[in-house]
C-alpha cells in the first residue's frame, strides 16, 4: 500500500516520554522497531515510530497491563562486534540471536514480540538451522513471528520450507529496484511480507539530498559508491527531474 500526502501526519512527541510517534490513517496498529546497532533514532517506512535506545522500554514500563496492545513490536539481532578490534560481523548463532533477543525483551519489559528479524545472513550458518532456531522461539512464545532482512530469494524459499517467514526487510525504493530481480516475486508466491526501508534513497530522493561532506561524515554512505564522486553528482542530477515534478505539483518530493 502506497500511501497519498494526505494520509500521512507528522511525527509527534508522546508526553514527556521523548518517544516520537507518526500516525496515518488505514493503518490499526502502530508498528514499534528497534536495533541494538545503532543509539540514534531510527526511521523505518511504514512503520509509525522511531525507537531511541532507552526510552521505549521505559515509556512501556508506564502503560501497565495495556503496554503489550499499544503497539506491534519488531526487533533484529544479527550483528556482533567484537570486543578487541571493534569489527562488525554478522552472527547467526543460537547463542547470539537468544541473546539478544533476551536482552531486548529485558529492555522493553516483555515477554514476547511480534515479529524477530535476522539482520543480515551469516553465510556460515546455514539457513535452515537459523530457520530452525527461530522457529524454537515461535514454541518458546518469545516470538510471534520472524522475517529476514536483505535476504536473497534462494535462501528465503528454503526458510520459508522450514517453517514459514513472516516478513523480509529490503532497501527498496525508485532508486534501488534490485528485489524485483527475484525478492519481490519471492515474496508474493510465499506470501511474505515485503517491507521496504530506505524509501527515499537515502536523501536521493528528497529535496535535500546529502551533500559530498554529510556523505563524508557518514561511516556507511562514505563508503556506499551511490554517495562517493562521481556518482554523488550524477544521482542528485538523475533525480533533479523528480524534484522538479514534487514542485511542479506544489509539494515537496518527500
Avoid: C
Avoid at 541494538?36 to 512501556?60: A, C, D, K, M, V
Avoid at 551533500?211 to 561511516?219: D, I, L, R
Wanted: aromatic share 10%.
Amino acid at each position: 500500500e502506497v500511501l497519498t500526502l494526505e494520509q500521512a501526519r507528522p511525527l509527534r512527541l508522546v508526553g514527556s516520554s521523548q518517544l516520537r510517534v507518526a500516525f496515518f490513517k488505514g493503518f490499526n496498529s502502530k508498528f514499534f522497531t528497534k536495533t541494538g546497532q545503532w543509539n540514534e533514532p531510527r526511521h523505518s517506512f511504514r512503520f509509525e515510530l522511531t525507537y531511541q535506545r532507552n526510552i521505549s522500554g521505559s515509556f512501556l514500563a508506564k502503560q501497565g497491563k495495556a503496554k503489550g496492545q499499544l503497539f506491534t513490536i519488531a526487533t533484529k539481532a544479527g550483528i556482533a562486534t567484537d570486543k578487541d578490534s571493534g569489527r562488525r560481523y554478522f552472527d547467526n548463532s543460537p547463542a547470539h540471536l537468544n541473546a539478544q533477543l533476551d536482552a531486548s525483551l529485558d529492555r522493553l519489559g516483555l515477554d514476547q514480540v511480534d515479529l524477530f528479524y535476522v539482520h543480515r545472513r551469516d553465510n556460515n550458518t546455514p539457513i535452515e538451522e537459523v530457520t530452525d532456531t527461530l522457529a524454537s522461539m515461535v514454541k518458546a512464545g518469545k516470538i510471534g513471528s520472524f522475517g529476514f532482512s536483505e535476504i536473497a530469494p534462494t535462501s528465503l524459499r528454503r526458510a520459508h520450507a522450514v517453517h514459514p517467514v513472516a516478513a523480509v526487510q529490503s532497501e527498496y525504493s525508485l532508486s534501488v529496484r534490485s528485489p524485483e530481480l527475484g525478492l519481490v516475486q519471492a515474496t508474493r508466491d510465499l506470501g511474505v511480507a515485503l517491507v521496504a526501508f530506505s524509501p527515499v534513497g537515502r536523501s536521493l530522493l528528497t529535496d535535500r539530498p546529502h551533500s559530498a561532506e554529510t556523505a563524508q561524515n557518514s561511516a556507511w554512505l562514505k563508503t556506499n559508491p551511490r554517495f562517493i564522486a562521481p556518482n554523488l553528482v550524477a544521482n542528485i542530477k538523475a533525480t533533479a527531474r523528480f524534484r522538479q515534478l514534487a514542485a511542479d505539483y506544489g509539494t515537496s518530493a518527500a
